[in-house]
């Protein structure tokens, strides 16, 4: 009994961080895209609380290797950086709007920097996670002979004794 209302509290923090969180990060993308771009507001979500539980899933279930993990681990990270970000600059241009404030040029660059920094992220953890190993195998020195294997001419096996 005492385990199942662990559970029931576990799952109700989940939720309850992940709307409070989520429902700021969704008006933060859309209030960035235009009206008829609203399903941005999704997609951002995708990016930023989305992605980490999805990159979760990642880590528990699909990474075998040092290199899957330790990047679905990062891109957790990543993720839960950018719904904090993403929430808490909601939260904060509610509050200023709402004093009477607007926003300078300045905070609208960073913001777009920031969004762009994080599909740079995700667009480059994919890379790692597909093709991770391929791209070490290619960095390495199998004949060590100093040059790396995607240069090196030499035949594996063969280096230049």
Not at 32 to 42: K, Y
Not at 43 to 62: C, P
Request: aromatic fraction near 12%; hydrophobic fraction near 45%; proline fraction near 1%.
């Amino acid at each position: 009994m005492k385990k199942a209302i662990g559970y029931l509290a576990i799952t109700m923090l989940v939720l309850t961080v992940s709307i409070f969180l989520g429902q700021h990060s969704v008006e933060f993308f859309q209030s960035t895209f235009s009206e008829e771009n609203q399903s941005m507001g999704i997609l951002g979500y995708m990016l930023t609380g989305g992605g980490f539980y999805l990159w979760l899933i990642v880590f528990l279930w699909m990474s075998k290797t040092q290199i899957e993990k330790a990047t679905s681990l990062v891109m957790m990270l990543v993720c839960l950086a950018g719904e904090l970000g993403t929430a808490i600059f909601n939260m904060y241009t509610k509050t200023m709007f709402d004093a009477g404030f607007t926003l300078t040029e300045g905070d609208i660059k960073t913001m777009y920097l920031l969004v762009g920094a994080l599909a740079v992220a995700h667009g480059v953890s994919l890379v790692v996670k597909f093709a991770g190993e391929q791209i070490a195998e290619a960095f390495r020195d199998d004949d060590k002979d100093g040059v790396p294997n995607f240069l090196d001419r030499t035949p594996k096996g063969q280096g230049q004794g």
